[in-house]
Protein backbone atom coordinates (compact mmCIF):
# COMPACT_ATOMS: atom_id res chain seq x y z
CA UNK A 1 0.00 0.00 0.00
CA UNK A 2 3.21 2.16 0.88
CA UNK A 3 4.67 1.68 -2.41
CA UNK A 4 0.95 2.44 -4.40
CA UNK A 5 0.93 5.83 -2.73
CA UNK A 6 4.62 6.43 -2.88
CA UNK A 7 3.97 5.77 -7.02
CA UNK A 8 0.70 7.72 -6.92
CA UNK A 9 2.47 10.66 -5.57
CA UNK A 10 5.12 10.88 -7.90
CA UNK A 11 2.96 10.74 -10.72
CA UNK A 12 0.87 13.49 -9.45
CA UNK A 13 3.49 15.45 -8.92
CA UNK A 14 5.32 14.99 -12.15
CA UNK A 15 2.15 15.98 -13.97
CA UNK A 16 1.69 19.21 -11.66
CA UNK A 17 5.81 19.91 -13.22
CA UNK A 18 4.99 19.47 -16.25
CA UNK A 19 2.10 21.82 -16.32
CA UNK A 20 4.17 24.53 -14.66
CA UNK A 21 4.35 27.54 -17.42
CA UNK A 22 7.46 29.85 -17.10
CA UNK A 23 5.42 33.24 -16.20
CA UNK A 24 7.31 36.22 -18.39
CA UNK A 25 6.15 39.84 -18.46
CA UNK A 26 6.34 41.66 -21.08
CA UNK A 27 6.01 45.32 -22.92
CA UNK A 28 3.34 46.27 -25.58
CA UNK A 29 5.85 46.08 -27.85
CA UNK A 30 7.94 43.13 -26.84
CA UNK A 31 3.86 41.34 -27.20
CA UNK A 32 3.68 42.60 -30.90
CA UNK A 33 6.82 41.06 -32.18
CA UNK A 34 6.43 37.29 -30.40
CA UNK A 35 3.05 37.68 -32.11
CA UNK A 36 4.39 38.56 -35.39
CA UNK A 37 6.47 35.76 -35.14
CA UNK A 38 4.46 32.97 -33.67
CA UNK A 39 1.17 33.54 -35.47
CA UNK A 40 0.38 30.90 -37.34
CA UNK A 41 -1.66 33.26 -40.03
CA UNK A 42 1.27 35.28 -40.80
CA UNK A 43 3.10 32.46 -41.03
CA UNK A 44 1.44 31.02 -43.72
CA UNK A 45 0.49 34.59 -45.47
CA UNK A 46 4.67 34.49 -45.82
CA UNK A 47 4.05 31.06 -47.52
CA UNK A 48 2.18 32.54 -49.83
CA UNK A 49 4.33 35.35 -50.32
CA UNK A 50 6.91 32.69 -51.55
CA UNK A 51 4.79 30.88 -53.75
CA UNK A 52 4.00 33.88 -55.46
CA UNK A 53 7.17 34.71 -56.13
CA UNK A 54 7.35 31.23 -57.34
CA UNK A 55 5.44 31.65 -59.64
CA UNK A 56 7.07 34.50 -61.37
CA UNK A 57 9.98 32.00 -62.38
CA UNK A 58 6.83 29.67 -63.34
CA UNK A 59 5.36 32.58 -65.47
CA UNK A 60 8.84 32.99 -66.82
CA UNK A 61 9.71 29.12 -67.79
CA UNK A 62 11.71 28.44 -71.03
CA UNK A 63 10.37 25.52 -73.34
CA UNK A 64 12.26 22.07 -73.03
CA UNK A 65 13.33 20.83 -76.16
CA UNK A 66 12.69 17.20 -77.26
CA UNK A 67 15.09 14.60 -78.67
CA UNK A 68 13.94 12.97 -82.00
CA UNK A 69 15.18 10.55 -84.63
CA UNK A 70 14.33 8.87 -87.69
CA UNK A 71 15.78 5.48 -88.24
CA UNK A 72 15.18 3.99 -91.94
CA UNK A 73 15.03 0.63 -91.76
CA UNK A 74 15.53 -2.45 -94.40
CA UNK A 75 15.28 -1.89 -97.65
CA UNK A 76 13.82 1.81 -97.05
CA UNK A 77 17.21 2.83 -95.02
CA UNK A 78 18.94 2.54 -98.86
CA UNK A 79 20.11 5.93 -100.41
CA UNK A 80 17.83 7.45 -97.34
CA UNK A 81 19.79 9.08 -94.14
CA UNK A 82 19.11 8.25 -90.39
CA UNK A 83 18.90 11.19 -88.35
CA UNK A 84 18.80 12.21 -84.69
CA UNK A 85 18.49 15.95 -83.28
CA UNK A 86 16.20 18.26 -80.90
CA UNK A 87 12.84 20.19 -81.56
CA UNK A 88 12.61 23.46 -79.83
CA UNK A 89 9.84 25.49 -79.52
CA UNK A 90 10.00 28.92 -78.98
CA UNK A 91 7.41 30.80 -77.56
CA UNK A 92 6.12 34.67 -79.31
CA UNK A 93 5.68 37.72 -77.27
CA UNK A 94 3.79 35.12 -74.48
CA UNK A 95 6.83 35.31 -71.49
CA UNK A 96 6.62 38.55 -70.74
CA UNK A 97 2.96 39.09 -70.36
CA UNK A 98 2.64 36.37 -68.22
CA UNK A 99 5.67 37.25 -65.99
CA UNK A 100 4.32 40.56 -65.41
CA UNK A 101 0.85 39.55 -64.17
CA UNK A 102 2.68 37.02 -61.62
CA UNK A 103 4.52 39.91 -60.70
CA UNK A 104 1.80 41.74 -59.61
CA UNK A 105 0.14 38.90 -58.14
CA UNK A 106 3.43 38.77 -56.19
CA UNK A 107 3.52 42.54 -54.90
CA UNK A 108 -0.40 41.59 -53.92
CA UNK A 109 0.23 38.92 -51.90
CA UNK A 110 2.99 41.07 -49.83
CA UNK A 111 0.01 43.61 -49.32
CA UNK A 112 -2.16 41.38 -48.01
CA UNK A 113 0.29 40.13 -45.43
CA UNK A 114 1.21 43.47 -44.29
CA UNK A 115 -2.85 43.93 -44.09
CA UNK A 116 -2.77 41.34 -42.20
CA UNK A 117 -0.27 42.24 -40.09
CA UNK A 118 -2.05 45.07 -38.87
CA UNK A 119 -4.60 43.17 -37.93
CA UNK A 120 -2.95 40.99 -35.55
CA UNK A 121 -1.02 43.93 -34.51
CA UNK A 122 -4.29 45.26 -33.08
CA UNK A 123 -5.57 42.28 -31.60
CA UNK A 124 -2.23 41.99 -29.15
CA UNK A 125 -2.96 46.11 -28.31
CA UNK A 126 -6.69 45.29 -27.64
CA UNK A 127 -5.91 41.80 -25.58
CA UNK A 128 -3.21 43.80 -23.50
CA UNK A 129 -5.15 46.44 -22.85
CA UNK A 130 -8.06 44.37 -21.43
CA UNK A 131 -5.68 42.45 -19.72
CA UNK A 132 -4.64 45.72 -17.93
CA UNK A 133 -8.23 47.27 -17.40
CA UNK A 134 -8.91 44.21 -15.28
CA UNK A 135 -5.91 43.84 -13.34
CA UNK A 136 -7.04 48.17 -12.71
CA UNK A 137 -10.34 46.93 -11.63
CA UNK A 138 -9.02 43.76 -9.01
CA UNK A 139 -6.47 46.72 -7.35
CA UNK A 140 -9.32 48.99 -7.30
CA UNK A 141 -11.72 46.72 -5.33
CA UNK A 142 -8.94 44.96 -3.53
CA UNK A 143 -8.38 48.44 -1.92
CA UNK A 144 -12.09 48.96 -1.18
CA UNK A 145 -11.57 45.56 0.25
CA UNK A 146 -9.20 46.98 2.75
CA UNK A 147 -10.88 49.73 3.44
CA UNK A 148 -13.84 47.66 4.25
CA UNK A 149 -12.10 45.90 6.25
CA UNK A 150 -10.96 48.95 8.43
CA UNK A 151 -14.19 50.40 8.50
CA UNK A 152 -15.65 46.79 10.02
CA UNK A 153 -13.23 46.67 12.86
CA UNK A 154 -13.44 50.85 13.38
CA UNK A 155 -17.43 49.66 13.87
CA UNK A 156 -16.66 46.38 15.72
CA UNK A 157 -14.93 48.82 18.09
CA UNK A 158 -17.80 51.86 18.04
CA UNK A 159 -20.07 48.29 19.30
CA UNK A 160 -18.29 47.27 21.93
CA UNK A 161 -17.61 51.06 23.31
CA UNK A 162 -21.68 51.51 23.09
CA UNK A 163 -20.80 54.80 20.89
CA UNK A 164 -23.21 52.81 18.08
CA UNK A 165 -25.39 50.17 17.34
CA UNK A 166 -24.80 46.98 16.32
CA UNK A 167 -26.65 46.89 13.42
CA UNK A 168 -23.79 49.09 11.96
CA UNK A 169 -21.08 46.55 12.51
CA UNK A 170 -23.34 44.06 10.85
CA UNK A 171 -24.08 46.15 7.87
CA UNK A 172 -20.32 46.91 7.55
CA UNK A 173 -19.60 43.13 7.96
CA UNK A 174 -22.26 42.61 4.79
CA UNK A 175 -19.60 45.22 2.99
CA UNK A 176 -16.92 43.71 3.72
CA UNK A 177 -17.96 40.34 2.74
CA UNK A 178 -19.06 41.53 -1.07
CA UNK A 179 -16.12 43.92 -1.28
CA UNK A 180 -14.11 40.43 -0.77
CA UNK A 181 -16.90 38.56 -3.61
CA UNK A 182 -16.25 41.44 -5.70
CA UNK A 183 -12.53 41.25 -5.52
CA UNK A 184 -12.57 37.27 -5.88
CA UNK A 185 -14.67 38.14 -9.68
CA UNK A 186 -12.29 40.63 -10.31
CA UNK A 187 -9.39 38.29 -10.25
CA UNK A 188 -10.77 35.75 -11.90
CA UNK A 189 -11.12 38.37 -15.08
CA UNK A 190 -8.11 38.87 -14.63
CA UNK A 191 -7.02 35.03 -14.94
CA UNK A 192 -9.55 34.71 -18.12
CA UNK A 193 -8.08 37.89 -19.72
CA UNK A 194 -4.53 36.88 -19.19
CA UNK A 195 -5.59 33.31 -20.90
CA UNK A 196 -6.79 35.23 -24.15
CA UNK A 197 -3.80 37.70 -24.15
CA UNK A 198 -1.52 34.67 -24.61
CA UNK A 199 -4.04 32.99 -27.06
CA UNK A 200 -3.78 36.22 -29.29
CA UNK A 201 0.14 35.78 -29.02
CA UNK A 202 -0.18 32.06 -29.64
CA UNK A 203 1.62 30.68 -26.69
CA UNK A 204 1.70 28.16 -24.61
CA UNK A 205 5.31 27.17 -23.14
CA UNK A 206 5.47 30.54 -21.39
CA UNK A 207 2.69 32.29 -19.56
CA UNK A 208 2.89 36.34 -20.55
CA UNK A 209 1.83 38.96 -18.42
CA UNK A 210 1.92 42.80 -19.20
CA UNK A 211 4.92 44.80 -17.85
CA UNK A 212 2.23 47.50 -15.87
CA UNK A 213 0.42 46.48 -13.11
CA UNK A 214 -2.51 48.86 -13.83
CA UNK A 215 -3.50 50.88 -17.04
CA UNK A 216 -0.66 53.45 -17.55
CA UNK A 217 -1.67 57.47 -17.89
CA UNK A 218 2.02 58.01 -19.86
CA UNK A 219 -0.51 57.47 -23.05
CA UNK A 220 2.93 56.65 -24.82
CA UNK A 221 3.81 53.66 -22.59
CA UNK A 222 0.43 52.21 -24.74
CA UNK A 223 1.48 53.53 -27.98
CA UNK A 224 -1.28 55.94 -28.00
CA UNK A 225 -1.92 59.87 -28.08
CA UNK A 226 -3.01 62.02 -25.72
CA UNK A 227 -6.30 62.69 -25.79
CA UNK A 228 -5.68 66.47 -25.48
CA UNK A 229 -4.21 66.30 -29.42
CA UNK A 230 -6.57 67.39 -31.61
CA UNK A 231 -3.97 67.80 -34.55
CA UNK A 232 -5.50 65.61 -36.79
CA UNK A 233 -8.75 65.72 -38.77
CA UNK A 234 -10.74 63.38 -40.18
CA UNK A 235 -9.95 64.32 -44.06
CA UNK A 236 -6.38 64.09 -43.33
CA UNK A 237 -6.90 60.62 -41.67
CA UNK A 238 -9.19 59.69 -44.95
CA UNK A 239 -7.22 60.47 -47.51
CA UNK A 240 -3.76 58.82 -46.27
CA UNK A 241 -5.75 55.59 -45.53
CA UNK A 242 -6.93 55.71 -49.27
CA UNK A 243 -3.52 55.70 -50.59
CA UNK A 244 -2.29 53.61 -47.51
CA UNK A 245 -4.50 50.96 -46.70
CA UNK A 246 -2.60 47.50 -48.11
CA UNK A 247 -5.90 45.79 -48.48
CA UNK A 248 -7.00 48.41 -50.76
CA UNK A 249 -3.19 48.61 -52.28
CA UNK A 250 -3.35 44.64 -52.77
CA UNK A 251 -7.39 45.04 -54.49
CA UNK A 252 -5.52 47.78 -56.76
CA UNK A 253 -2.58 45.23 -57.84
CA UNK A 254 -4.91 42.94 -58.27
CA UNK A 255 -6.79 44.94 -60.79
CA UNK A 256 -4.00 45.21 -62.98
CA UNK A 257 -2.80 41.82 -62.48
CA UNK A 258 -5.55 40.78 -63.78
CA UNK A 259 -5.63 43.29 -66.93
CA UNK A 260 -2.07 41.37 -67.17
CA UNK A 261 -3.26 38.36 -67.08
CA UNK A 262 -5.98 39.57 -69.98
CA UNK A 263 -2.67 40.37 -72.26
CA UNK A 264 -1.17 37.18 -71.43
CA UNK A 265 -3.91 35.24 -72.51
CA UNK A 266 -4.80 37.19 -75.54
CA UNK A 267 -1.19 36.16 -76.62
CA UNK A 268 -2.31 32.72 -77.40
CA UNK A 269 -3.15 33.52 -80.29
CA UNK A 270 -0.17 34.25 -81.48
CA UNK A 271 1.47 31.45 -83.33
CA UNK A 272 4.49 29.84 -81.82
CA UNK A 273 8.18 29.03 -83.89
CA UNK A 274 9.47 25.32 -83.47
CA UNK A 275 13.10 24.99 -84.52
CA UNK A 276 14.56 21.75 -85.87
CA UNK A 277 18.29 20.54 -86.27
CA UNK A 278 20.40 17.23 -85.88
CA UNK A 279 22.46 15.17 -87.58
CA UNK A 280 21.78 12.90 -90.14
CA UNK A 281 24.09 10.12 -91.62
CA UNK A 282 24.31 6.92 -93.95
CA UNK A 283 26.29 4.16 -93.18
CA UNK A 284 28.43 1.70 -96.20
CA UNK A 285 26.25 -0.44 -96.66
CA UNK A 286 22.95 1.96 -96.80
CA UNK A 287 24.63 4.68 -99.10
CA UNK A 288 24.46 5.10 -102.92
CA UNK A 289 27.57 5.46 -103.79
CA UNK A 290 29.20 2.49 -101.07
CA UNK A 291 31.01 5.67 -99.07
CA UNK A 292 30.20 6.62 -95.28
CA UNK A 293 28.03 9.66 -95.63
CA UNK A 294 27.12 12.67 -92.55
CA UNK A 295 26.16 15.54 -92.22
CA UNK A 296 23.47 18.00 -90.27
CA UNK A 297 20.03 19.01 -91.12
CA UNK A 298 17.52 22.44 -89.89
CA UNK A 299 14.33 23.11 -90.52
CA UNK A 300 11.44 25.49 -88.45
CA UNK A 301 7.64 25.16 -87.95
CA UNK A 302 4.78 27.46 -87.53
CA UNK A 303 2.98 26.00 -84.63
CA UNK A 304 -0.21 26.99 -82.27
CA UNK A 305 -2.09 28.24 -85.53
CA UNK A 306 -5.58 29.69 -83.88
CA UNK A 307 -7.43 28.34 -86.78
CA UNK A 308 -9.32 25.71 -85.11
CA UNK A 309 -9.43 27.55 -81.80
CA UNK A 310 -8.82 31.14 -81.33
CA UNK A 311 -9.37 31.35 -77.22
CA UNK A 312 -11.98 32.99 -77.60
CA UNK A 313 -13.60 31.44 -74.31
CA UNK A 314 -10.45 31.86 -71.89
CA UNK A 315 -10.12 35.75 -73.46
CA UNK A 316 -13.36 36.36 -72.32
CA UNK A 317 -12.86 35.01 -68.96
CA UNK A 318 -9.95 37.15 -68.27
CA UNK A 319 -12.33 40.25 -69.16
CA UNK A 320 -14.27 39.04 -66.68
CA UNK A 321 -11.46 38.39 -64.06
CA UNK A 322 -11.07 42.28 -64.63
CA UNK A 323 -14.42 43.04 -63.57
CA UNK A 324 -14.80 41.21 -60.85
CA UNK A 325 -11.05 42.50 -59.55
CA UNK A 326 -12.59 46.16 -59.83
CA UNK A 327 -15.86 45.34 -58.01
CA UNK A 328 -13.77 43.54 -55.00
CA UNK A 329 -12.09 47.11 -55.23
CA UNK A 330 -14.85 49.37 -55.13
CA UNK A 331 -15.99 46.82 -52.17
CA UNK A 332 -13.23 46.95 -49.96
CA UNK A 333 -12.90 50.88 -50.61
CA UNK A 334 -16.58 51.18 -48.97
CA UNK A 335 -15.85 48.78 -46.50
CA UNK A 336 -12.64 50.71 -45.28
CA UNK A 337 -14.57 54.42 -45.30
CA UNK A 338 -16.90 53.09 -43.15
CA UNK A 339 -15.13 51.31 -41.11
CA UNK A 340 -12.67 54.20 -40.76
CA UNK A 341 -15.42 56.52 -39.94
CA UNK A 342 -17.17 54.53 -37.46
CA UNK A 343 -13.37 53.83 -35.69
CA UNK A 344 -12.86 57.53 -36.15
CA UNK A 345 -16.07 58.54 -33.92
CA UNK A 346 -15.65 56.08 -31.44
CA UNK A 347 -12.30 57.44 -31.01
CA UNK A 348 -13.71 61.08 -30.71
CA UNK A 349 -16.53 59.84 -28.31
CA UNK A 350 -13.65 57.67 -26.13
CA UNK A 351 -11.40 61.14 -25.99
CA UNK A 352 -14.02 63.42 -24.93
CA UNK A 353 -15.14 61.25 -21.86
CA UNK A 354 -11.68 60.67 -20.96
CA UNK A 355 -10.91 64.56 -20.76
CA UNK A 356 -14.44 64.76 -18.92
CA UNK A 357 -13.04 62.27 -16.53
CA UNK A 358 -9.71 63.94 -16.23
CA UNK A 359 -11.10 67.44 -15.84
CA UNK A 360 -13.96 67.31 -13.88
CA UNK A 361 -14.92 63.37 -12.55
CA UNK A 362 -11.80 62.57 -11.16
CA UNK A 363 -11.12 65.36 -8.92
CA UNK A 364 -14.97 65.46 -7.71
CA UNK A 365 -14.91 61.87 -6.77
CA UNK A 366 -11.67 62.05 -4.60
CA UNK A 367 -12.55 64.86 -2.55
CA UNK A 368 -15.95 63.40 -1.96
CA UNK A 369 -14.22 60.28 -0.90
CA UNK A 370 -12.24 61.60 1.17
CA UNK A 371 -14.69 64.29 2.42
CA UNK A 372 -17.04 61.42 3.56
CA UNK A 373 -14.23 59.53 5.13
CA UNK A 374 -13.30 62.90 7.23
CA UNK A 375 -16.86 63.22 8.28
CA UNK A 376 -17.28 59.63 9.29
CA UNK A 377 -14.71 59.93 11.59
CA UNK A 378 -15.49 62.93 12.88
CA UNK A 379 -19.49 61.42 13.13
CA UNK A 380 -20.60 63.92 10.81
CA UNK A 381 -22.63 61.33 9.09
CA UNK A 382 -23.65 58.21 10.02
CA UNK A 383 -22.69 54.88 7.88
CA UNK A 384 -24.99 54.59 5.62
CA UNK A 385 -24.71 57.89 4.06
CA UNK A 386 -20.92 57.29 4.01
CA UNK A 387 -21.46 53.50 1.96
CA UNK A 388 -23.61 55.77 -0.37
CA UNK A 389 -20.45 57.95 -0.99
CA UNK A 390 -18.66 55.21 -1.19
CA UNK A 391 -20.51 53.64 -3.76
CA UNK A 392 -20.86 56.37 -5.79
CA UNK A 393 -17.14 56.44 -6.11
CA UNK A 394 -16.39 52.96 -6.75
CA UNK A 395 -18.57 53.21 -9.90
CA UNK A 396 -16.70 56.64 -11.19
CA UNK A 397 -13.42 54.93 -10.70
CA UNK A 398 -14.06 51.70 -12.47
CA UNK A 399 -15.69 54.28 -14.92
CA UNK A 400 -12.57 55.94 -15.42
CA UNK A 401 -10.61 52.72 -15.62
CA UNK A 402 -12.94 51.71 -18.42
CA UNK A 403 -12.63 54.86 -20.53
CA UNK A 404 -9.16 55.21 -20.73
CA UNK A 405 -9.05 51.18 -21.57
CA UNK A 406 -11.96 52.29 -24.28
CA UNK A 407 -9.83 55.80 -25.41
CA UNK A 408 -6.47 53.21 -25.64
CA UNK A 409 -8.47 50.57 -27.86
CA UNK A 410 -10.40 52.84 -30.44
CA UNK A 411 -7.15 54.38 -31.03
CA UNK A 412 -5.80 50.76 -31.67
CA UNK A 413 -8.68 50.41 -33.99
CA UNK A 414 -8.08 53.50 -35.20
CA UNK A 415 -4.81 52.76 -36.52
CA UNK A 416 -5.54 49.85 -37.97
CA UNK A 417 -8.43 50.90 -40.07
CA UNK A 418 -5.24 53.50 -41.37
CA UNK A 419 -3.46 51.25 -41.57
CA UNK A 420 -0.23 53.25 -40.06
CA UNK A 421 1.91 52.59 -36.65
CA UNK A 422 1.32 56.11 -35.49
CA UNK A 423 -0.48 59.71 -36.25
CA UNK A 424 2.76 61.20 -36.90
CA UNK A 425 3.32 59.40 -40.41
CA UNK A 426 0.21 61.24 -41.18
CA UNK A 427 1.57 64.47 -40.30
CA UNK A 428 4.78 63.99 -42.05
CA UNK A 429 2.86 63.56 -45.33
CA UNK A 430 0.98 66.57 -44.56
CA UNK A 431 3.75 68.60 -44.11
Same mark, same amino acid.
Given at each position: ????? *????L????N??FA????Q?????????V??????Q?K????D???A????????R?Q??S??????????????????????T?? %????????? *?A?TY /?L?? %???Q???E !??LITD???S??N????? +???Q??K????L??ELY??M??E?E??????T??? #?????L??A?? !?????R??V?SA #??Y??S???T?N?N??T??????V??KT??? $? +????? @? =????D?K?? *????????L???K?V #???????E *???????????LT???A?????? /??D???Q???????S?????????? +?P??E?A?I???K???? !???????????L?????K???A??NL?? !??????????EL? @??S?K /??H?????L?T?? $??K??????I???????????????????? =?N?NS??E?K????
Amino acid at each position: MKKFL *AVLFLILTANACFAIQEEQKIDLKGAIDVALQTNPQIKLSKLDIDIARNNIFVADRLQNPSIHTFQNIPKAGVGNPQQIGLDYTIE %ILKRGKRKE *AAKTY /SLAA %IDSQKFLE !YSLITDVKKSYINLLVKK +SHLQILKEQEALCKELYERMEEEVEKGNMPETEAI #QAKIVLNRAIM !YSNIARSEVISA #QNYFNSVMNTSNINYDTKEDTLPVDYKTLMT $V +SPTDN @S =INFNDIKNF *ALLHRYDLLAAKKEV #QAAKNKLE *AVKSQRIPDIELTGGYAYQTKGM /SGDGHFQSGGYIGASLINIPLLYNY +SPEIENARIEIEKAELR !YKDIEIDAIRNLTDAWEKFVIARTNLNF !YNNELLNNSQELM @SSSRK /SLHNKEIDLTTFL $VSKKLYLELILGYQDTLGEYYTSFAELLKE =INANSLDEIKIENI
